[in-house]
């Protein structure tokens, strides 16, 4: 499990995006570089960075589901995933 830190600064910039989103965009469009070097930096979109909605795993994360491999394997072998089954073959 991530610290509890670490998932609320994810949430925090994912606020922060979506706040200057308008802002950022009529900027891009005037070309006024100088004013989008002062907004906050974590108001830029690339700063965000994908995180397991369960349990804050940075890594193995899988965008159509939002969770991690690892999650994504115990829901899927509990059924929990609609239309999601194990292989055989």
């Avoid at 994912?14 to 891009?28: Q, S, T």
């Avoid at 906050?40 to 349990?55: D, E, G, L, Y």
């Amino acid at each position: 499990m991530a610290k509890e830190s670490m998932k609320a600064r994810e949430v925090k910039r994912a606020k922060m995006i979506a706040k200057y989103a308008a802002k950022r965009e009529a900027l891009k469009k005037a070309g006024d570089w100088a004013a989008l070097d002062k907004l906050p930096k974590n108001s830029s979109p690339c700063r965000a960075h994908n995180r397991c909605s369960i349990t804050g795993r940075p890594k193995g994360y899988m965008r159509m589901f939002g969770i991690s491999r690892i999650q994504f394997r115990e829901m899927a072998s509990q059924g929990l995933l609609p239309g999601v089954k194990k292989a055989s073959w």
